[in-house]
């Protein structure tokens, strides 16, 4: 404390002390009004209230004349100043920024001019209103020194306005993400306006990653920066480089006030960067969601202790507005996107049902040729056969003939078992999922068109109990499958593996054709106008029984479709 301890009361003629009987003690109160023709009751009842008012004040109050020496110090004053007999030395006890007002002030009263009013820092970071008053009398020529300490109300002065300027703050930025649709431009407008309204520092707003470091990673800011956040590298795990400000705010989820970058133990990693560029103090508020904290809101200012307790609650207030409408801007924007693929999803389905008319037709048109076209017109030559033998004309070699009409019959029936089996394979009811796509593998995919087949069943699969409505449905994706690699792939080998995994049936099929594009592929999800219905209609069957389609493809590389299906049908 500037000054010393001494309390004892300063009179005209030095510090009181016990006068003997036949001494007399000096009144101040004689020198200062020089009323010496006054009776002496009356300048004892003054001396006493004097004593009575300034000597019990807890305003500092000290009495200075003309030659600049110091003729009265109450305890409050003391307790200030310490023990002053001269003006020049209650200027030393003064901090360095009170000395030049007091010198201006004591001066000007001293020449006679009137009385002013002055604030003024005095020692540990108190303020004081200190009032320099001209006495009346001319002949005395002193001034009286009033000063009050007003630390607490200017505190709550300050806070007060630090408070407006939040309430100022949030009123701007509530005005922006009323607006806002895209979050990247409103990082960018919240630091702005945070940054513009007050004239912070600094306002950067860091996202919290979930990854191994634990990273705070910068998305926004304002102010001078300077590369400071390319430096900082900052995380909110629980060491070094996460005890400061931010990484603590996101931790605990509670904002944390720095007064002094200077000298604080938290800022140690980044202090040297801060000072360089002038920050003096920060506060990092977390910004919470559903009690989820995204990340934080960092304020920096260029002057120590610059945030007040209702200044930093109403920022916090603004940091979990601004952590609401960054949630808002992304659940809206899921909200669209899921909105734009039920309309997709929508149109794809009205375009595979008007698909899947049409296939229908082209279904049962090819049907109808193979039967008129092979079996038709077979039968038809069999019966001329037939009719030639009765009228009688039988030819010379009837055993030759009769060999030529059951062999016609033998295609005929074979022609019947292949489209008996193309419409429903009964090895599939009767024997199994398994033993049905290895029929079909050798009998369609490899005698009919020479490619190379590979069939694989593993971990009993074969022996799976599988539902049949997914029996069926894997069967026919399969055969879907090989036949889009039939016509589209130009595939010289094809493998296909069964296997369980984890209570699903899963059913790999493997080509070496040409390959394509998996993103553009599923991007568009077109229909196949060439038989069958393409992946599209693939995907949603799988779905629908719960399933799962992944595709691995390249272009010149060939193509994986694994489908996983349950054994069970799921309800719902």
């Known amino acids: 404390m500037y000054g010393g301890k001494n309390k004892s009361s300063r009179t005209a003629g030095g510090i009181d002390k016990p006068v003997s009987e036949t001494e007399s003690k000096p009144n101040p109160l004689v020198t200062l009004t020089g009323a010496a023709s006054k009776s002496q009751a ?50 030393n006890a003064l901090p360095s920024a009170a000395r030049f007002i007091w010198r201006e002030a004591v001066d ?30 001319p002949k005395l020529r002193a001034v009286v020194v009033v000063s009050t300490n007003i630390t607490e109300i200017r505190k709550v002065r300050e806070d007060l306005t630090k408070a407006n300027r939040a309430l100022r703050v949030i009123g701007r930025c509530n005005e922006i993400l009323v607006r806002s649709t895209d979050e990247k431009a409103l990082l960018g407008k919240i630091c702005r306006a945070v940054v513009n309204v007050e004239g912070y520092k600094l306002v950067w707003i860091g996202y919290k990653i979930d990854d191994e470091a634990k990273t705070v990673r910068p998305v926004a800011h304002a102010g001078f920066e300077d590369g400071y956040l ?61 009690n989820e904290v995204l990340g934080a809101l960092n304020v920096y200012s260029d002057e120590p202790d610059a945030f007040g307790s209702r200044e930093v609650d109403l920022l916090m207030e603004l940091a979990s507005d601004l952590a609401y409408g960054i949630m808002a801007i992304r659940e809206k924007a899921i909200r669209i996107k899921m909105e734009r693929e039920i309309l997709d999803h929508e149109a794809r389905l009205r375009e595979l049902t008007a698909q899947l008319a049409l296939s229908e037709e082209h279904e049962r048109h090819r049907i109808a040729t193979g039967v008129h076209d092979e079996i038709g017109q077979k039968l038809a030559m069999a019966k001329m056969e037939i009719s030639r033998l009765r009228s009688g004309h039988a030819p010379m070699n009837l055993a030759a003939s009769l060999d030529t009409l059951a062999k016609q019959l033998d295609v005929m029936i074979e022609d019947a078992h292949y489209l008996t089996f193309e419409l429903s394979n009964p090895i599939l009811y ?39 409505d997914i029996r069926i449905t894997l069967f026919q994706i399969v055969r879907e499958l090989l036949a889009n690699i039939i016509k589209h792939a130009g595939a010289t080998k094809v493998k296909v593996r069964i296997q369980s995994s984890g209570g699903n049936l899963e059913v790999a099929v493997e080509d070496n054709g040409a390959g394509f594009d998996v993103s553009e592929k599923l991007g568009a999800w077109s229909l196949s106008r060439s038989g069958g219905f393409g992946l599209f209609n693939v995907k949603e069957r799988i779905e629908y029984f719960g399933g799962r389609l992944d595709i691995e493809s390249s272009v010149g590389h060939g193509t994986r479709i694994t489908v996983t299906m349950p054994l069970v049908r799921k309800s719902g």
């Open 42 to 91: 009356g300048i004892l009842r003054n001396d006493i209230l004097f004593h009575a008012t300034a000597g019990s004040s807890t305003d500092a109050v000290t009495v200075i004349q003309y030659g600049r020496e110091v003729l009265y110090m109450n305890p409050a004053a003391l307790e200030l100043l310490g023990d002053c007999k001269y003006l020049t030395d209650v200027f």
């Open 108 to 137: 000007a009263c001293l020449a006679g001019q009137p009385s002013s009013v002055m604030e003024h820092p005095g020692p540990h970071k108190s303020w004081w209103l200190t009032r320099f008053i001209t006495l009346a009398d």
């Open 230 to 290: 390319e430096t900082v590298n900052i995380t909110w795990a629980d060491k070094e480089r996460g005890r400061g400000p931010t990484g603590t705010a996101i931790r605990t989820g509670k904002a944390f006030v720095l007064e002094d970058i200077l000298n604080s133990e938290y800022f140690g990693p980044w202090r040297e960067q801060a000072i360089t560029r002038g920050y003096a103090s920060s506060v990092a508020l977390p910004m919470i969601h559903l």
């Open 430 to 468: 009767h024997i199994g999922f398994a033993a049905a796509v290895e029929s079909w593998l050798t009998d369609y995919v490899e005698d009919r068109y020479g490619i190379e087949t590979e069939f694989v069943c593993a971990d009993g699969a074969d022996r799976l109990g599988i539902c049949e």
